[in-house]
């Protein structure tokens, strides 16, 4: 009982997080589920009160979609992962039905958008529409600050990294907003290119490419965006290893950069 | 009397899913199943470079996009006419078999428990919605405690296929010829060892969790049956050595195993919002178009049929047909075929590392056919996916998906069948009409993944809702 109690009063101190799940593919609740050092069991008992996430909640139907409502009236984070989909007024992600009414991905952004303390943009559908809006963008999807007409913190990637959403969520509690640069990404994260640091630039500055996938080389004629992508990938690699696409001799394709896919392809070039 | 109940969001799956059931005398006698997420790829893919569809499709899905790797890279080595050498297939297996082992594990822990146990006192999975919490303190406590634990190994399962993807959701090692990793002791060392302790976790905790809950839960072997029909396009199947040899391709109906066809496999799409001159399409046929007014449909999710009847996929379709399970069809026998096919993965898994050889990979500089036809059909975690694309003057021209979901949560068809969820919804008893939680723990059983089983989009002007 004592612990529970505890627990409880942790609860309470801790800031609510709203992850709300719009027009996207689910991949960055499940990048954050393999975050290490902190691990999500330590983010979700230390950091923040998870309220709502349609994929992790216990609760489901109008009882979940409650607490959501619930959450508004506090000071809360919203972490939004997903683009929106504008067409027919929001219908093609609805996200619940409360009081026999559909509640759209779009409604539940505006909603929530509009109170909490931050917003973050989670991947690169929610920050600039991603593959959700790749052309001829069917379900018509939008990022989420061309939907809340507003400057939100993004955190883009095809997932995002854990790191930086832990990262991100953790600076906002102890230290405020992360120095941003002119897009909202935090520089901390996104900050210089990942051909600056690339294990391969050395190739790069000798001129010796690979000629396909599999080699050792730099694989700049064979399509790798890493010099017009940020993200700190070549430093903190891939769900605890030591990894990432070109540790796999595959090129960067660019997915935290605005216009991926479609500017970003062909992904391989022969 | 009846009473009409809907459930939106079913929380705890992939997507934005909405179930519409009708209760008479205590039991479901009808049942709507609709997808809630649209995003169109097949038209998105049109016109885009072939070997591009490999890292576009997965991102279908966040949770089974190596599942898309593989069918789209299948599809692809049948258009271009290229075979992987067999090295290159087990380290490729290898990796599919460790997104089965995390969304197994997943599914399990984080998404099916929560229905039967309560869970930690941390949110959002604690709840008190319900009390249907049968376990006994101590052990609910056990089975709480290996939810929390349960996520550093299906992280590591991760970890493993981002040892040889490069990272993922959404990696990036599986493509056209095999793979892209140069095998080395690193890589070997590091799977070996990891997968030896997710085994360790799966044989010695998961599987008593398991029969834990259907011991306090014996009423879950008697519903949820639905039709009984299943059917595998097959996975694991190209092994001579039986320990790496899992299920091939076949299909259960009416009790008798057969072959499976693929030239039987369409889609039905009467109560489904399009509108077609056909009633029943094949893959690659021209996407119908959208009527979102059409009479009587109700869902977006096609009804994919075979010999024009609905189907059951997964865990459950492929150890019965594999000859690894008889005990019966229903919620619970489904639930524990997930956790008995994790193991039986994990020994596919350990079997193929005896074989795999530490080569480097074997590509090659691709040239895209002016024009050519492919299928990938594979089973997957929640069962067959099949990938067909067609090419014209080197660019994709029709590409056609068939999801594990769409099979399952299919809506009804021209023949009146219900969709098979929907089926194996009918004739539950519900025991508290305020918290129909045997609804929940049914749907769960088949792990949907409504993302990927809404990919597929039309036009429509206006949306007329439906007011229960």
Known sequence: MVNLALETRNNKEKIPLIWLETCGCSGNIISLMDADDPDIVYFLREMVDLTYNNSLMAAEGEAAYEKFLNTLDKEFILVIEGAISIKDEGLYNVIARYKDRLITGMEAALKAGEKAKYVISMGTCASYGGISAAAPNPSQCISVNEHLNKKTILLPGCPGHPDWVIGTIGHLIAFGIPELDEEGRPIIFYGITIHDNCTRRSYFDERVFASKLGEKECMFRLGCRGPITKADCPIIRWNDTDNWPIGVNTPCIGCTQRGFPDGMEPFVRY | ?468
């Open chain 2, 1 to 468: 009397m009846s009473k009409k109940v809907i459930i939106n969001p079913v929380t705890r799956i992939s997507g934005f899913l909405e179930i519409e059931v009708e209760i008479k005398n205590g039991r479901i006698v009808d049942a709507n199943s609709s997808g809630m997420l649209f995003r169109g790829f097949e038209k998105m893919l049109r016109g885009r470079p072939p070997l591009d569809a490999i890292y576009f499709t997965e991102r279908i899905c966040g949770i089974c996009s190596t599942a898309h790797s593989m069918g789209s890279t299948l599809a692809l080595e049948e258009a271009f006419n290229v075979v992987p050498d067999e090295n290159n297939k087990m380290i490729r297996d290898f990796m599919h078999g460790c997104e089965f082992i995390q969304n197994h594990l997943r599914h399990t822990y984080q998404y099916t428990m929560p229905d039967y146990v309560k869970g930690p006192d941390i949110n959002p999975v604690y709840s008190v919605e319900h009390n249907d919490f049968r376990l006994p303190e101590a052990i609910n406590k056990r089975i709480a405690s290996n939810y929390l634990t349960s996520f550093k190994y299906s992280r590591m399962a991760h970890e493993m296929l981002a040892e040889l993807g490069g990272k993922v959701p959404h990696t990036h090692g599986i493509f056209v010829g095999g793979t892209t990793v140069n095998m080395d002791i690193s890589k070997y060392l590091k799977v070996k060892y990891l997968l030896a302790q997710i085994r360790d976790f799966v044989e010695n905790a998961m599987l008593e969790d398991i029969y834990t809950i259907a011991h306090y839960y014996p009423e879950c072997f008697n519903y949820g049956k639905g039709y009984g029909n299943l059917m595998s396009y097959g996975c694991f199947d190209i092994y001579l050595q039986p320990q790496r040899f899992y299920v091939s391709p076949k299909v259960m109906i009416d009790g008798k195993i057969k072959e499976f066809d693929p030239q039987r496999v369409t889609e039905n799409i009467e109560y489904a919002w399009y509108k077609s001159d056909l009633e029943s399409l094949k893959p690659l046929d021209e996407e119908p178009e959208a009527d979102r007014f059409k009479k009587d449909a109700y869902s977006w999710i096609k009804a994919p049929r075979y010999k024009e009847l609905p189907m059951e996929v997964g865990p459950l379709a492929r150890l019965w047909l594999s000859g690894n399970y008889n005990r019966g069809i229903s919620t619970m026998d489904r639930t524990i075929a997930r956790v008995l096919e994790t193991k039986k993965i994990i020994e596919i898994m350990t079997s193929l590392l005896e074989g795999i050889r530490l080569e480097p990979a074997n590509q090659d500089q691709y040239v895209v056919p002016k024009e050519a036809k492919g299928k990938g059909l594979i089973d997957t975690t929640r069962g067959s996916l099949g990938h067909w694309l067609s090419i014209d003057e080197q660019e994709i021209f029709h590409y056609t998906i068939i999801t594990p979901t769409a099979w399952n949560l299919s809506p009804k068809d021209s023949m009146g069948n219900r969709g098979t969820i929907e089926q194996a919804l009918i004739a539950t008893k519900i025991e508290d009409i305020n918290n129909p939680l045997e609804i929940g723990r049914t749907v769960r059983s088949f792990d949907p993944c409504v993302s990927c089983a809404t990919h597929v989009i039309g036009e429509y002007n206006t949306l007329k809702i439906r007011i229960v």
